[in-house]
Nanobody, 115 residues
Framework: QVQLVESGGGLVQPGGSLNLSCTASINIFSMNYMAWYRQAPGKEREMVAITTRGGRISYADFAEGRFTISRDNAKNTFNLQMSSLKPDDTANYLC?????????WGKGTLVTVSS
């Protein structure tokens, strides 16, 4: 069973930054793709950014220019760097990966942007 565990969430002021990490129980390079999603209270889950094993990266419009995803093969983590955070970015941020024909999800890490 593949496990994904997110960390790095917390309370941050508007305009601030946070770095989220997703640690996988298998080699992240074996994932066909990995992505960050988020779900705000009362709203549907939405994709933040996705990267394929081949290195293609796509960002949601709201993330473009403010968020950056990356893979750290040495630490076996999948990371999301967020800057210029807004109150609308408040959500539970979840990591997902696809491998061996299955989607795997973490439980998420909560990000709260508030003054």
């Amino acid at each position: 069973q593949v496990q994904l565990v997110e960390s790095g969430g917390g309370l941050v002021q508007p305009g601030g930054s946070l770095n989220l990490s997703c640690t996988a129980s298998i080699n992240i390079f074996s994932m066909n793709y990995m992505a960050w999603y988020r779900q705000a209270p009362g709203k549907e889950r939405e994709m933040v950014a996705i990267t394929t094993r081949g290195g293609r990266i796509s960002y949601a419009d709201f993330a473009e220019g403010r968020f950056t995803i990356s893979r750290d093969n040495a630490k076996n983590t999948f990371n999301l760097q967020m800057s210029s955070l807004k109150p609308d970015d408040t959500a539970n941020y979840l990591c997902t990966g696809y491998a061996a024909g299955m989607d795997y999800w973490g439980k998420g890490t909560l990000v709260t942007v508030s003054s």
